[in-house]
């Protein structure tokens, strides 16, 4: 082999000994990267990754705690829960959605109320979120898609709590209802600290109003929690501990259902709002609106059939016309006019008013009863008889600011600051709020004549049946006043402790005792030989009453009203506020019945059954109650029966829908 050869060989295995040593180095350093990784990763990144390794295999998963319930001051339940399956989905886990409900209508039934519901909630939510298509399945039902699960990802059968009206529509307006929460309470919810926004994490439903919103956090409970293992693919396999759910607390209510219910039944399907106070401590016997609505319709998300009815009603059904509907007093006005006087000096007792039917001020005549007048009338007289004249004269005596100043401690034109969301103000007119609630001058004046139909509860004056019921038991109570509650106690149903809710006491009014007493005689004047005698004869019990007619529209001065004439809508309101006993009062009420005419007729029956039932103990006869229903006035007709005999309306038990 000559030399040229024998170094080709050379160079060869010089390039192969460098291909190889590059080879080498690039092994070992794949390698060093390759161990710098598994250092990295198993020592420096170890707690962290372990951590995730774990939350991957662990799912902590929220556990809903039981609502609260309400009860009424005997306990009768009125709002409770009951369990059920859902079938929900999660859209960022499923397929295409329309072949997907498809397909499951072929196991569950699903209908359009279901479809329209999730397609609403699904515009709400979130991808993530998981969406109810179906609730309250049948047991059939579950185990049908059961068998099927695998062929459904993303879709699931859930155990979920449902809140439950056992009562239907009774005392709807100061429950309230609960609801899905919204995208406006979600963002509500992100504002709250983060140990409130937790205890809502699992939660699809909230107050919406009544006292489902404003006791919330009361009713709502502590989440609870449970820590499971779960398959890569989100099934669980295993819990491994959980801590669970504090159930709300129970609302024990002042209300007494019973009574509740029988006045609901008295309106008919006539339109109006009652509120009974014990003028002792400022709890609410009865807060009734009508016409009522049925809370359990919006537990699921109402569809849209009902929420129409419901919405474009001409009669309302959604308005609490006890916290916010507001009426011109008319002459139930009178006795705390008449209190105003005492207390300023305007009239004394004894002082005589010429009452000819009509008053004239300037060039514009304020009429009186039929323009019938009464006569020499004092104040007892002109509350009995109820003087239209005497309370004319008596508002031009005392011009807009002095009534304001007088009447609005008794809770007029104020909130009474009940506990509900959403009272409103009311009017009580003065010089400021007539600067205040008007752009131009000529409306901002005051005029003279605007303060004479103030006097008998007309003109700006407009109340709820909540503030006159307030003031109606201040004056019962010779000027003690209180802050009215629905809520009387709440209960730990862990550790059964009680919190009593007393009615905040508000400085008393400086009403003098003989003031008083002349007012709540007069009063009972009126049930003994006044405008309601009629509808009280026979009480075994002694009480006190005002009727009061209020116009919902203006008559010329000219013209005469005549409710033939006018649509139903136009007609006078029906208004009365009692007490009862008299002598020492433990129930003050007011009532108002809309476009019903005369107080005695429509509104003073309801009340006399009313404090028939708080008194007595008795509920009037069927025909008795149909005759009230048709606005038939008159004292209780048919034999009365035990209170204990009136059956409660709507009830089909405490596990919910049968």
Do not use: C
């Amino acid at each position: 082999m000559n030399r040229t050869a024998l170094k080709d060989i050379e160079s060869e295995l010089d390039r192969f000994r460098g291909r190889l040593l590059a080879a080498a180095l690039f092994v070992l350093f794949t390698f060093g990267l390759l161990a710098a990784r598994l250092v990295y990763l198993q020592v420096i990144r170890h707690d962290e990754l372990s951590t995730q390794a774990e939350v991957n295999r662990i799912a902590v998963l929220p556990i809903v705690p039981n609502r609260g319930l309400i009860v009424d001051r005997n306990g009768v339940v009125l709002a409770n829960n009951y369990s059920a399956y859902t079938l929900e989905v999660t859209p960022s886990k499923a397929g295409p959605l329309e072949p997907l409900i498809e397909q499951l209508a072929e196991l569950v039934e699903i209908g359009p109320g279901d479809r329209r519901r999730f397609r609403r909630l699904l515009d709400e939510g979130k991808s993530f979120d998981s969406i109810p298509l179906r609730n309250r399945l049948t047991d059939e039902e579950v185990a049908r898609f059961m068998a099927q699960r695998f062929r459904f990802p993303g879709v699931d059968v859930n155990a979920r709590l449902f809140r439950h009206y056992p009562l239907g529509e009774t005392g709807s307006h100061l429950l309230g209802y609960i609801g899905r929460i919204n995208t406006a309470e979600k963002k509500l919810i992100d504002d709250w600290p983060e140990e409130q926004q937790s205890n809502y994490k699992g939660t699809d439903v909230i107050g919406k109003l009544g006292l489902e919103q404003r006791y919330e956090q009361e009713l709502h409970g502590a989440t609870g929690f449970e820590e499971v293992e779960q398959t890569a693919g989100g099934r669980a396999v295993r819990r491994l501990q959980s801590h669970p759910p504090t159930p709300g607390d129970k609302l024990v209510l002042s209300v007494d259902i019973r009574l509740q219910a029988l006045v609901e039944r008295l309106f008919g399907d006539r339109r109006g709002a009652l509120v009974a106070i014990d003028p002792r401590n400022g709890e609410l016997l009865a807060f009734v609106s009508k016409p009522t609505f049925d809370p359990n319709l919006f537990v699921d998300g109402i569809d849209v059939e009902s929420w129409r009815g419901l919405n474009e009603s001409i009669d309302k059904p959604l308005l609490n016309r006890a916290l916010r509907g507001t009426y011109p007093p008319g002459s139930t006005f009178k006795p705390f006019m008449a209190i105003a006087a005492l207390n300023t000096g305007k009239r004394s007792p004894t002082a005589i008013i010429q009452d000819n039917g009509t008053f004239q001020f300037g060039n514009h005549v304020f009429r009186s009863h039929g323009d019938k007048g009464l006569g020499p009338v004092d104040m007892t007289r002109s509350i009995v008889k109820s003087s239209n004249v005497y309370y004319y004269s008596l508002a031009n005596d005392m011009g807009v600011d002095l009534i304001h100043e007088q009447l609005e401690p008794f809770g007029f034109g104020r909130r009474t600051e009940i506990d509900l969301d959403g009272e409103l103000t009311g009017v009580l007119p003065s010089t400021e709020w007539k600067k205040r609630s008007y752009k131009r001058p000529e409306q901002q004046r005051w005029y003279a004549g605007e303060t004479i139909s103030l006097g008998i509860g007309q003109g700006y004056n407009n109340f709820t049946m909540l503030q006159l019921a307030t003031a109606t038991a201040t004056l019962a109570s010779g000027g003690q006043r209180f802050r009215p509650r629905l809520v009387r106690e709440i209960e730990n149903v862990v550790t059964g402790e009680r919190r009593r809710i007393a009615s905040d006491a508000i400085e008393p009014l400086p009403i003098r005792p003989e003031h008083a007493r002349l007012i709540l005689e007069a009063l009972e004047g009126v049930t003994l030989e006044g405008t309601s005698a009629r509808v009280f004869a026979g009480a075994p019990y002694r009480s006190g009453g005002k009727t009061g007619t209020a116009q919902a529209v203006s008559i010329r001065q000219n013209e005469k009203y005549d409710a033939r004439k006018l649509g139903e809508f136009q007609r006078d309101h029906s208004l009365y506020i009692a007490v009862a006993p008299i002598e020492a009062p433990t129930v003050a009420l007011a009532i108002v019945v809309e476009n019903a005419g005369f107080g005695a007729a429509a509104a003073a029956p309801i009340a006399r059954r009313a404090i028939d039932y708080l008194l007595l103990g008795q509920v009037p006869s069927e025909e008795d109650i149909a005759a009230v229903q048709r606005g038939e006035g008159g004292p209780p007709a048919g034999k009365a029966r035990p209170a204990a005999e009136f059956v409660l309306p709507g009830a089909t038990g405490a596990g919910g829908p049968q």
